[in-house]
Nanobody
């Protein structure tokens, strides 16, 4: 069992930055792959970013490339999502996810644990 708790969401103006954190607890060794997804009202949940078990490989959705950065800190069992140059279209509920794979899955099926989500709202 793995528990994931997101934090760091909030309200920010367009062009601003936020850093999301996802703290993992429990049997974290069974879920080395970590990712971020987001869901806006009336839309499907979409992939944002993923990082592999060693932290040396990442994957991003085209919509956030060169603006978002995913990283992890094993000592704190935490994964981060640094979001820069935020746009109103980034407004969504952001979810942290963990899975058993060693790679960087971009599909929901690649993850079996999910956090409760943290809201990010970007004003124009």
């Amino acid at each position: 069992q793995v528990q994931l708790v997101e934090s760091g969401g909030g309200l920010v103006q367009a062009g601003g930055s936020l850093r999301l954190s996802c703290a993992a607890s429990g049997r974290t060794f069974s879920s080395p792959a970590m990712g971020w997804f987001r869901q806006a009202p009336g839309k499907e949940r979409e992939f944002v970013a993923a990082i592999n078990w060693s932290g040396d490989s990442t994957r991003y959705a085209d919509s956030v490339k060169d603006r978002f950065t995913i990283s992890r800190e094993y000592a704190k069992n935490t994964v981060y999502l640094q979001m820069n140059s935020l746009k109103p279209e980034d407004t969504a509920l952001y979810y942290c996810a963990a899975g058993p794979g060693r790679g960087t899955s971009y599909t929901e099926s690649g993850y079996n644990y999910w956090g409760q989500g943290t809201q990010v709202t970007v004003s124009s």
